[in-house]
């Protein structure tokens, strides 16, 4: 099987996700450093749990759009992903290849 296309939304959306949840693990870091430190009097830091995720979330989405778009085009003239699937038990009723354009 080759994956000849991603679905550019969906990668996007994918990757958002991720960075959410990294930023405001790097959020809390920030604030939990800021609080034993006591950095909290500059005001910048308590902010870091709010900003960190956002600000990361916006960037994994415009970094995956833009990974998924250069992805169709390089796939376009190179081929695509050769994967191997092994046929297996099915978890939930969602298809495992949403977003995701598959050839066999």
Partial sequence: MVIRKVGV???????????????????????????????????AFPLAIIWAPLLYGALGYVGGALVGWVYNRAAAFAGGIEIELEAGEERGSRSSTAGVMIDE
């Fill in 9 to 43: 939304r969906s990668l996007a959306n994918m990757l958002a996700a991720i960075y959410v949840v990294i930023g405001f693990i790097g959020g809390a870091i920030v604030m939990l450093a800021a609080l034993t430190t006591g950095e909290l009097a500059g005001g």
